[in-house]
């Protein structure tokens, strides 16, 4: 990696160190507290801009789990070097959350790990398990016992399709990607309908979010729908305390 980039990373690190132990930077699980994962992309976005790249890689997913791998890459200025790479793994009947959404939930998992392998941390380095039994204890959902850790992948070379891939974004669809994926991270952690409306009806989210449904229906279309599910899950949580209560 060139100086340069050496000089934006601390840039991104030392940005991260100095946020405060509070939301919507981050959350606090279990007396610790730890950096969200849109906070840390909005950290690394901030330093590299288009010169970043993110990657993720499902490497299994069955009806009972979800295995992902994410990468951090940034260019040199002749190629791109991988700085960052982490795995994570969620299983689809743990929760509710991920009886809808595991695939997004283990992306978000694996790009927050990724991210604090290079030291965009903020703090805390969480275990995928440990965020998901926060977020579980929070709807009042008892949190089921993890399967045997099963031996992961070696993490493989990128190819020179998936290289490619990303390199005829705009800039713009560049940072409209970034968005979409730090407004997801974001809900994962909100626990009541309020706090969603008031996330949505943001005025600096709400014009981003217009871009999004006018240039970018398919980004929009994933964003409303992680949303309306959280929506959902909160309002099932609350009907279950309820009953549970009465």
């Not at 100095?18 to 730890?34: A, H, Q, R, S």
């Not at 951090?72 to 969620?90: C, M, P, R, S």
């Not at 449904?213 to 009907?239: C, H, M, S, W």
Request: hydrophobic fraction near 30%; glycine fraction near 6%.
């Amino acid at each position: 990696m060139t100086k340069a980039n050496d000089n934006r990373l601390q840039i991104a690190i030392d940005y991260m160190e100095g946020l405060p132990d509070e939301k919507p930077f981050k959350v606090n699980i279990k007396g610790k507290w730890y950096a969200q994962v849109a906070t840390r992309i909005v950290a690394f976005r901030k330093a590299y801009g288009d010169q970043g790249r993110i990657t993720t890689k499902i490497h299994e997913s069955t009806e009972n789990r979800v295995l992902m791998e994410a990468s951090v890459y940034v260019h040199d200025g002749k190629t791109w070097q991988l700085i960052g790479n982490d795995f994570a793994e969620e299983f689809r009947n743990d929760g509710p959350i991920n009886k809808k959404s595991a695939t997004e939930n283990c992306s978000t998992s694996a790009i927050g790990r990724a991210l604090a392998s290079c030291g965009l941390g903020g703090g805390e380095y969480a275990s995928a398990d440990e965020v998901e039994y926060a977020v579980e204890e929070k709807q009042g959902v008892t949190p089921k016992p993890k399967a045997k850790d099963e031996p992961k992948p070696e993490p493989k070379p990128e190819t020179k399709a998936e290289e490619n891939s990303r390199e005829g974004m705009s800039e713009e669809e560049s940072e409209m990607f970034s968005f979409t994926q730090a407004m997801i991270g974001m809900v994962d952690m909100m626990d009541s309908h309020e706090a969603l409306n008031n996330y949505w009806g943001d005025p600096e989210n709400i014009s981003k979010i217009e871009v999004l449904e006018n240039n970018y229906p398919k980004y929009f279309k994933t964003l409303k729908e992680v949303f309306v599910r959280k929506y959902e899950d909160i309002e099932q949580g609350a009907a279950k305390k309820e009953k549970s209560n009465a």
